[in-house]
């Protein structure tokens, strides 16, 4: 058993729709959340420089003693991942694999699509993965960094987002897509927008719920569960404003919280 907390970071916000998916199947886990809002986006930066802002915070995280570091965001899994693996002490879980995974088993016809950040789609990561498990699939790839803006600035559920996100998805009208993946942790929270666009038949593929499964099967064959049944805590930090990310925390995790802010 490991009563130390699992980190889990992200680029802003986002990255909480891992850490609810997360929270549901391991509920009495500690956790440390950090939201690097300070440096957003992550998407419209360079592969080096996001992987020098994640080891930042990895760094952090191994300082504060935490059993496992959770990369709650695509861009910074597309960037980082592979090198944190080698070089952390501690066990790292990236969302990309999984939800290439996830894909594959969803597809009924092999034609997948993925929305994502502009990193994402750059760094060739879910195409690679799902035609790996699935060298048969066509996999449609379409950069979304304004979907990412409008979920940081809380627009989620409102007439403006809708519209951005009928003008963005329009470019998979003429691809023959069964399922479609929510490539950037930010994107489950416009699930409803998204939805409304691609329709009933085209299934919607949230990374998030991949990732806890994946954690949960880790700590359970490395017996790094917790045995803590009555006290588990969760800290959560911002290098932005805190009370900024708190007010769309709450939202998101249907609970209120109280943000730290962060300087590392």
Known sequence: MDNRPIGVMDSGVGGLTVLKEIT???????????????????????????????????????????KMFVIACNTATAAAYEYLKKILPIPVIGVIEPGAEMAVEASKSDQIGVIATNGTVRSGDYERLIKAHNPNAVVSSLGCPEFVTMVEQGLAG????????????????????????????????????IKNVVGNDVTLVDPGIATAQQVLAYLKSHQALTDNQSHSERKFYTTGNPVDFSKIADKLLGTPISAVQLDI
């Open 158 to 193: 409102t007439v403006e987002a809708q519209v951005a996100v009928n003008n963005r998805l329009a470019w998979f009208m003429d691809k023959p897509i069964d399922t479609l993946v929510m490539g950037c942790t930010h994107f489950p929270i416009l699930r409803q927008e």
């Open 24 to 66: 549901k199947i391991l509920p009495n886990e500690s956790y440390i959340f950090i939201g690097d809002q300070a440096n957003l986006p992550y998407g419209q930066k360079s592969s080096e420089t996001v992987k020098k802002l994640t080891k930042r915070i990895a760094d952090y995280m191994v300082e504060q003693n935490v």
